[in-house]
């Protein structure tokens, strides 16, 4: 199946400084992909819809000089959080849809996550 | 707008007890209908799906009927293994470039 891929899984950091995810869809091309942002025992919150080539669109709520996304191809959304602190710290998702699987399902594919705490 | 409720958990049970997760949404138009699982410490994986009404979905002996008038989509299983511990959400997304609306989740806890 499709398969998108998240690294860093899993990153800790000094409060202030800028930490940045890739988020890379393998096998299929993604023109948009989401990310999402997951609270301890909670469901995940949309954060902002990545879209190729341009800017991405934030959700309310959403500090977009906080939080930057960056759609750089077909194939890379990468999601940097700058300056962090420690109320930064959660569990970032990226999703995408493949136009070429089920097209019209609606499907997302996940990436396995990244973890980020913020000392 | 569109939204997706789901039963609160926790849900414990043992194993081979039977299981249903409650699902129901309020969208416009049709949407397709999606069950994920996110077992501990990892993402989402799309455990089953259902694009139209009395479609049902299946998978690893969950299933899920599609039902458009009650506007429901439960999670169920006939017998639950001490595996299937993790949290389950419901989801519903239109086609094109539209994100997921997911549940809040329901964690489940099988002991053996």
């Known amino acids: 199946g499709a398969v998108v891929s998240q690294h860093p899984s899993w990153v800790i950091c000094k409060s202030g400084t800028s930490v940045k995810i890739e988020c890379r869809s393998l096998?299929?091309?993604?023109?948009?992909m989401f990310w999402y942002r997951q609270f301890p025992k909670q469901s995940l919150m949309l954060m902002a819809t990545?879209?190729?080539?341009?800017?991405?669109?934030?959700e309310q709520g959403v500090e977009k000089d906080k939080f930057l996304i960056n759609h750089a191809s077909l194939t890379l959304s990468t999601l940097t959080v700058t300056s962090a602190h420690p109320e930064d710290s959660s569990f970032y998702i990226c999703?995408?849809?493949?136009?070429?699987?089920?097209?019209?399902?609606?499907?997302?594919?996940f990436g396995e996550g990244s973890r980020l705490t913020v000392l | 707008g569109d939204s997706v409720t789901q039963m609160e958990g926790p849900v414990t049970l043992s194993e081979e007890a039977f299981l249903t997760i409650n699902c129901t949404y309020t969208?416009?138009?049709?949407?397709?209908l999606f069950w994920y699982v996110q077992y501990p410490g990892e993402g989402l994986q799309l455990l089953l799906k259902?694009?139209?009404?009395?479609d049902k979905g299946s998978n690893k002996g969950f299933e899920a009927t599609y039902r458009k008038e009650t506007t429901s989509f439960h999670l169920e299983k006939g017998s639950v293994q001490v595996s299937d511990s993790a949290v389950y959400f419901c989801?519903?997304?239109?086609?094109?470039?539209?994100?997921?609306?997911f549940g809040k989740g329901t964690r489940l806890s099988v002991i053996a």
């Open positions: 999703s995408a849809r493949s136009s070429d699987r089920g097209p019209g399902t609606g499907e997302l594919f």
């Open positions: 096998d299929f091309q993604a023109t948009t």
């Open positions: 990545s879209n190729e080539g341009s800017k991405a669109t934030y």
């Open positions: 969208a416009t138009g049709y949407p397709s």
């Open positions: 259902a694009t139209k009404a009395d």
């Open positions: 989801a519903l997304s239109h086609s094109g470039n539209t994100p997921l609306v």
